[in-house]
């Protein structure tokens, strides 16, 4: 296995595992709208964010040797926004 497919693999597990903490985020927001609450922003700039960082991890796997520096470099900046977005919520019981 290349760098670039053991990067892109563990890329894709680590989708797997956000996407399981923004589906907590919509249990709380069902929950929240439930109670009369607005925790719909929340889970929605995650989604956005989560979205953004798909769209690059797309780029990421489609670009050429000689663009994938680049493209790894953009899919880590909206990664780390992501992960920050959720950091918050993975302390939450």
Known sequence: MT???FYETKAAER???VQSQILAMATRMQAAVEAGEAAD???VAAQ???DEARREFEL???AHE???GAAKTS???AWEKLDRALA???SRP
Request: aromatic letters at 16%; proline letters at 4%.
């Open 15 to 17: 989708f797997v595992a």
């Open 66 to 68: 000689d663009q994938w």
């Open 88 to 90: 918050p919520v993975s």
């Open 48 to 50: 956005s964010l989560h």
């Open 75 to 77: 899919f880590e900046t």
């Open 41 to 43: 922003q929340e889970f």
């Open 60 to 62: 990421l796997k489609s």
């Open 3 to 5: 760098i670039r497919e």
